[in-house]
């Protein structure tokens, strides 16, 4: 939809820049010609004020705290949806029928299998490396093994890939798990649910019988189904980045999971709890917003704050329920981690400094304390995250083939470097 024109004055000349309005959300103003009848460039260091592209997918208001995906509010998806119908909803743009939801779950599972081959990559791995290092070098690695799956150019083949990776993630994260813990590998089980399946490949072992807790199960669920997209985020930018020159869809998403594994993405579910560890009981919290608040002091509160979202995360407060559900399922009372955490996330919701800069706490602040109930390492949970986003990561993708506006993604910058200048000769210098 194109809306009025945006007046842009450069050096006393004036020209008319097309705007542009979305369904809902603030309007564009298209700058596509502006280096062209102007000669000047915009800056905007961090994209706080530049959309990259159209998209169809997920949409945040991050005043309001509104996540929606294909038009569905998170809070519907996650209380009465299952990972796998927010996964169709993502690619496809629609919820399934019955019959598509079955058909779409039987493909994903009947995909799971990895390459037997695959599984020697693993010991080139140290046994303590971050299973984030192994997932970058496995996933990558998934281009060399299915060829017939990298012509981007072929929709079906597109498709195939987008549903080998949503299938074979769980498959490798639980691998990287057991590689880490020196425990054997456990293949996927047909007859499980996505969620019940990835808990058993991670917690199973040969020589006891595994029983999937349906309360763990639907918690894990829950977990992907949150955090499965979330619009053109670092990782999922760096997936389109990375696509728009053409890359097989394994290396593009290797690619984001290489990004999503920095603590101020992905990386902060695992420094939130290291963070709560850290401060360990609820006297001590005090000393630490302190030094949150301390501009001098690089110490942030990990999981508080968010670049969109200037109200509460609405994943944190489903994510807060979980937890809580988790917790109660486990018989974990009095968990002191947990104590701390509602207690710093009070005296931060009434704190002038976090009141005034809008610091909510994001969903990473919850889902470390569920993770490690579940009986995952610190280590892992970056993993989780980029398993559960992968399926985002893929519709963007997809979503980014299929625009004919789509162009090799290509920055300009400000050079503020030397300018021309002669070469001396080392002698002369
Ligand atoms: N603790 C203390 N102060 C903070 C925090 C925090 N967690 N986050 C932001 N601020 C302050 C910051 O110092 C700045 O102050 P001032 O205006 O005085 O310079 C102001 O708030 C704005 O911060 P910013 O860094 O300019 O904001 P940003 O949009 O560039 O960064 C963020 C967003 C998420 C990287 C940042 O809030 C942060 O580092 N949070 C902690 C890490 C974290 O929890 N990340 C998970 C994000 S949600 C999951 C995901 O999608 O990846």
Same mark, same amino acid.
């Given at each position: 939809? %194109?809306?009025?024109?945006?007046?842009?004055?450069?050096?006393?000349?004036?020209?008319?820049?097309?705007?542009?309005?979305?369904?809902?959300?603030?309007?564009?103003?298209?700058?596509?010609?502006?280096?062209?009848?102007?000669?000047?460039?915009?800056?905007?260091?961090?994209?706080?004020?530049?959309?990259?592209?159209?998209?169809?997918?997920?949409?945040?208001?991050?005043?309001?705290?509104?996540?929606?995906?294909?038009?569905?509010?998170?809070?519907?998806?996650?209380?009465?949806?299952?990972?796998?119908?927010?996964?169709?909803?993502?690619?496809?743009?629609?919820?399934?029928?019955?019959?598509?939801?079955?058909? +779409?779950?039987?493909?994903?599972?009947?995909?799971?299998?990895?390459?037997?081959?695959?599984?020697? +990559?693993? %010991?080139?791995?140290?046994?303590?490396?971050?299973?984030?290092?192994?997932?970058?070098?496995?996933?990558?690695?998934?281009?060399?093994?299915?060829?017939?799956?990298?012509?981007?150019?072929?929709?079906?083949?597109?498709?195939?890939?987008?549903?080998?990776?949503?299938?074979?993630?769980?498959?490798?994260?639980?691998?990287?798990?057991?590689?880490?813990?020196?425990?054997?590998?456990?293949?996927?089980?047909?007859?499980?649910?996505?969620?019940?399946?990835?808990?058993?490949?991670?917690?199973?072992?040969?020589?006891?019988?595994?029983?999937?807790?349906?309360?763990?199960?639907?918690?894990?669920?829950?977990?992907?189904?949150?955090?499965?997209?979330?619009?053109?985020?670092?990782?999922?930018?760096?997936?389109?980045?990375?696509?728009?020159?053409?890359?097989?869809?394994?290396?593009?998403?290797?690619?984001?999971?290489?990004?999503?594994?920095?603590?101020?993405?992905?990386?902060?579910?695992?420094?939130?709890?290291?963070?709560?560890?850290?401060?360990?009981?609820?006297?001590?919290?005090?000393?630490?917003?302190?030094?949150?608040?301390?501009?001098?002091?690089? +110490?942030?509160?990990?999981?508080?704050?968010?670049?969109?979202?200037?109200?509460?995360?609405?994943?944190?407060?489903?994510?807060?329920?979980?937890?809580?559900?988790?917790?109660?399922?486990?018989?974990?009372?009095?968990?002191?981690?947990?104590?701390?955490?509602?207690?710093?996330?009070?005296?931060?919701?009434?704190?002038?400094?976090?009141?005034?800069?809008?610091?909510?706490?994001?969903?990473?602040?919850?889902?470390?304390?569920?993770?490690?109930?579940?009986? +995952?390492?610190?280590?892992?949970?970056?993993?989780?995250?980029?398993?559960?986003?992968?399926?985002?990561?893929?519709?963007?993708?997809?979503?980014?083939?299929?625009?004919?506006?789509?162009?090799?993604?290509?920055?300009?910058?400000?050079?503020?470097?030397?300018?021309?200048?002669?070469?001396?000769?080392?002698?002369?210098?």
């Amino acid at each position: 939809m %194109t809306g009025k024109g945006a007046d842009v004055s450069v050096g006393g000349k004036t020209i008319e820049l097309p705007t542009r309005s979305g369904t809902i959300g603030p309007d564009v103003i298209d700058i596509g010609t502006l280096y062209k009848n102007t000669g000047t460039f915009t800056y905007d260091p961090g994209f706080t004020s530049t959309a990259s592209c159209e998209s169809k997918i997920t949409y945040i208001d991050g005043d309001e705290g509104v996540l929606l995906h294909r038009g569905y509010p998170i809070e519907q998806l996650a209380e009465h949806g299952d990972f796998l119908e927010v996964c169709y909803l993502l690619l496809y743009g629609d919820l399934p029928t019955k019959a598509q939801k079955d058909d +779409f779950d039987h493909r994903v599972t009947h995909h799971t299998m990895v390459h037997e081959q695959m599984s020697r +990559f693993f %010991t080139g791995f140290r046994r303590d490396a971050h299973p984030m290092a192994v997932m970058c070098g496995c996933v990558g690695a998934l281009s060399a093994f299915y060829h017939d799956s990298t012509d981007i150019t072929d929709p079906h083949q597109r498709m195939v890939a987008s549903l080998r990776m949503i299938a074979k993630m769980p498959t490798i994260a639980a691998m990287a798990y057991k590689y880490h813990i020196g425990q054997p590998f456990v293949y996927p089980k047909n007859d499980l649910d996505y969620a019940s399946n990835f808990l058993r490949m991670c917690f199973a072992v040969p020589c006891e019988e595994y029983v999937v807790n349906p309360v763990l199960s639907r918690a894990m669920d829950r977990i992907f189904i949150l955090h499965a997209d979330h619009e053109q985020n670092a990782s999922t930018s760096t997936v389109r980045l990375a696509g728009s020159s053409g890359a097989n869809p394994f290396a593009c998403i290797a690619a984001g999971i290489a990004c999503l594994w920095g603590p101020a993405h992905g990386g902060a579910n695992e420094a939130a709890l290291n963070m709560l560890a850290e401060i360990g009981s609820v006297d001590r919290i005090p000393e630490y917003v302190a030094r949150a608040k301390d501009k001098n002091d690089p +110490f942030r509160l990990m999981g508080f704050g968010h670049r969109v979202y200037k109200n509460y995360d609405p994943r944190a407060r489903i994510m807060q329920k979980t937890t809580h559900e988790v917790l109660g399922e486990l018989g974990i009372k009095d968990d002191p981690m947990l104590e701390v955490a509602m207690e710093l996330e009070r005296i931060a919701l009434t704190d002038e400094y976090f009141i005034e800069k809008k610091l909510y706490p994001n969903i990473d602040f919850y889902s470390g304390i569920t993770l490690k109930a579940l009986g +995952f390492p610190t280590t892992m949970f970056t993993v989780l995250f980029a398993l559960a986003r992968t399926v985002g990561w893929i519709a963007q993708w997809n979503e980014m083939i299929e625009d004919p506006e789509q162009r090799i993604g290509r920055p300009r910058q400000l050079y503020i470097g030397e300018p021309k200048r002669d070469y001396t000769p080392v002698s002369k210098r």
